[in-house]
């Protein structure tokens, strides 16, 4: 458990810390339908191993010294009273240096989280609006409003739930003279997830009539991809805030947060043919859609910008806990451990704003992108547009939150794996402590060490990933039998301190099937790239901060050697140290080694890679060029990488060489 021992000496020495009010979730109220797992209160879940030190670079790098010198986050923010930026960019940063601050337990953002709080929670105005006054959009507060609940749930300030109630009866109150507009249209469902913590909290019913206005005002997704019109790259012209890749990242919760008030199975229905429609017009080999900045079709030299990946991954983590699908966990690891850190530069203190899943050239340059500038692929402080600069910090955090969520009958289930430690109290009071130990996502094996304080009967779910066949669970030794990919399993028995649960998820190399029949080889949750040889150039430097161009010093065009079937035999996987900063091509801590051939007609286009060739590639007449061996890493290791690879069967050598 949260010793309450440790908190109380730690809230005494540290001063501004308060105790959590609850260490268990808060179970939604009827007439809302209930979730499939609650979500537990922000701190419930550490990060630890590899997963604590991405969130401790995080604190090195920019999200812990950002509005020490970005001007939007700085003094003059209106979120801090002054005159400055007013609208999103405050409320986005809180969003992600909350979760950032109290699970790294650090002293020094924590202090920077208090500030920011304190102003929101000390200038509420008469009328129960808040935040700057010259602000009149309701969308920014939704965000403020997230990061308000996660903060009470760290904390237990008894100041927030009091704000909060006299904000939505003030919001209730004036909606229909003042509607929802543009982004607060889009974003409704970003809106209800708060007045539903608070209604959970409260009891009071007003707010789900609050609710169901949201609702009425906002966008209808279900209707969008009931009928879906975009599926190609939309145009310039065509484009909209529906077709808006961040919208529709935040919209994958519309449906389930909506079937929570209605109960209807349509809208359970609704979110999966979304899910569906996104990946079959504009998936990516990373598990999130290209949108640059709105949908682009299938080529992987689109691009998807970074607030859509961590966007989606938020949604996914809210879809995980009201439907309790295992897949959702599946794609929630698929893009938090390849799509979020190849976008980051390893030290944290650069982002892009479009990442692409064949990256060969990283520069200023006019790309295909439907409406995004020269500056959206370099790697840099706020390069494009300053959006990702404010909201990429919730992406780790977040995802560390959430990999383990409480089961409505008590127990626990790791819905996502990664290094953690879970406390909180049982239904029946008692404390619970589990610890994972693991290297998940780059290692097979998961242990739990479950450290009830006493003898206590509670379920221990499991998600078994889909792509986990053979995958095994022993408890203190012993093989469980039943475990099935896809499914969650488990494991309801009487628990001592001490037991010991092994898991193993075996990782063969597989392939799966992209744009124009291209292949991308995987391995457990991690999609691998071709490793080309990065030369970073600095463009500029913006105080701490600096604007990078990335150019390749090895070729990129290749044609993998694949027999369109069996990746069995025709892939090595090589394991390597994990060290700190595993998301960087020196530090990746597994290698796929294949074999390919150069394809000479396959050249930059447009600064990026040109038509990816159909596959299977014809081994050209003339000039086929020899077979060499090709170094794979993790896609999130790889700021170059081709991704997506055209194959050629394996072609038998003309003559013996000798
Ligand atoms: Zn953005």
Redesign the pocket.
Known sequence: MRNAFVLTLAASLAGYCQAPSRTTPAPNRPPLQPNAFHQLPLTSVLPKGWLLEQLRIQAKGLSGHLDEFWPDLGPTSGWLGGTGESWERGPYFLDGLVPLAYLTQDARLIAKVKRWMDWTLDHQQPSGWIGPVKNEDWWPNYVMLKALTQYQEATGDARVIPLMQKYYAFQLKHLDERPLKEWAILRWHDGVLSVLWLYNRTGDRSLLDLARKLHGQGHDWEAQFANFLYRDKVTRADAHLATHG?NNAMGLKAAPVWWLLTGQKQNRDGFYRMFEMLDRYHGQPAGIFAADEHYAGRDPSQGT????VVEAMFSLEVNLAILGDPMLGDRLERISYNALPATLSADLWAHQ?DQQANQVLCTLATRRWVSNGPAANIFGLEPN?G??TA?MHQGWPKLAANLWMATPDGGLAAVAYGPSEVSTLLAGGTAVRIEEQTDYPFRETVSLAVRPERQVKFPLVLRIPAWADGASVAVNGQAMSGVQPGRFFRVEREWRSGDKVEIRFPMPVRTSTWFNNSIAVERGPLVYSLKIGESWHKIRQIGPAADWEIYPTTPWNFAITFDGKTPAGQFQVRERPLGSQPFSPEGAPVEILARGRRLPSWQIVDDSAGPLPSSPVPPPARNLQPEQELTLIPYGSAKLRVTAFPYMVPVAAPAAAK
């Open positions: 961040v910008e970074l607030c859509a704003y547009f959006c990702c909201n």
